[in-house]
């Protein structure tokens, strides 16, 4: 027999993870473009304020934005 958990089909903790690394990725993917762009490799002509802006904002979603989720959702005792 399943669990009541599985018959419902959705499990927030599964959810809360996948949103967790999409946020991570998302963040990896604009410090790759800001640098990207800083380095004149795509998108050249741009000012280097906006690489450095994405930049700070991938750095931010990558690795303060998961922690503040997580406290969010952690499980009460």
């Given amino acids: 027999m ?11 903790a599964m959810a809360r993870f996948a949103i967790i690394n999409l946020v ?11 640098i990207l762009i800083a380095t004149d490799r795509i998108l050249a002509g741009l000012p280097d304020w906006i690489a450095y802006i994405l930049i700070a904002n991938g750095l931010v979603d990558a690795f303060v934005i998961p922690v503040i989720l997580v406290r969010k959702w952690r499980t009460p005792r």
């Fill in 2 to 12: 399943s669990s009541p958990s599985h018959d419902s089909g959705h499990d927030p």
């Fill in 24 to 34: 991570r990725i998302a963040g990896v993917a604009c410090i790759v473009l800001g």
